[in-house]
């Protein structure tokens, strides 16, 4: 599985604009970039994917780089509930059919 | 709610010993996904089955082994348990090639505790 890189941890506050940064140089070009993230005592969850073009909804919006060997979680207006694990992945498919292999993710705390 | 069934939720059990953690998919998802979370290792996918067949294996020890049954429920049993099995268990499934975003839905987990 090609390789992401992300920050350990990042600090935000409420209701501000946060921006999760994620490299991946070895990017194929079939693979989709993931993120999902785990809030404490959770299972993960999904939050979005794209392949090439930057993609938004309700929980985020991603944007990824032209040559797609970096992207860019957006939280618009984080919450106190926002504060997570954030992964960042990459899977060879869309389909159902493929593992997620998940890093150590960047920490994000949320201050009031 | 993920519509992922774990069960149990906690179980505490000694060294040597077998449990088995058993998982509920998402209605009509045919493929279920077992990782494995601790506090040093982090999430490590350990197996995966699709419509009761083996599709991918990963770290899993040979003291564990998996299976998936024709309705689809998955079931991971972990035998001669030594301390270091301590950890979450979470099942995740999703459904069948073109069917939404191939999203891993997650379970809350089975929380396993070997003294």
């Known amino acids: 599985d090609a390789k992401t890189t992300q920050p350990n941890s990042m600090e935000s506050n409420e209701e501000e604009p946060v921006h999760l940064p994620c490299n991946h140089s070895?990017?194929?070009?079939?693979?989709?970039i993931h993120w999902y993230r785990q809030l404490p005592s959770q299972g993960p969850e999904y939050v979005i994917h794209g392949l090439t073009s930057n993609v938004n909804n309700r929980m985020a919006s991603l944007a990824i780089a032209e040559d797609r060997k970096s992207s860019t979680l957006i939280l618009h207006r984080a919450t106190l509930r926002d504060a997570a694990v954030y992964y960042c992945i990459l899977r060879a498919t869309t389909g159902a059919n493929s593992k997620l292999t998940f890093g150590k993710g960047i920490t994000l705390s949320v201050r009031p | 709610d993920s519509g992922v069934t774990q069960t149990p939720k906690h179980l505490i059990t000694a060294t040597g010993q077998r449990v088995t953690l058993r998982c509920s998919p998402r209605s009509g998802d045919l493929s279920v996904y077992w990782y494995q979370q601790s506090l040093d290792q982090g999430l490590q996918f350990l197996i995966q089955?699709?419509?009761?067949?083996?599709?991918a294996k990963g770290n899993i020890l040979e003291r564990f082994s998996a299976q998936q049954f024709p309705d689809l429920h998955s079931e991971l049993n972990l035998s001669s348990l030594e301390l270091g099995d301590s950890a979450l268990y979470f099942c995740?499934?999703?459904?069948?090639?073109?069917?939404?975003?191939?999203?891993?839905?997650f379970g809350e987990g089975s929380r396993l505790t070997v003294l």
């Open positions: 995740a499934s999703s459904g069948a090639s073109g069917r939404g975003t191939g999203e891993l839905f």
């Open positions: 070895t990017i194929s070009g079939t693979d989709y």
């Open positions: 089955y699709y419509n009761g067949e083996e599709r």
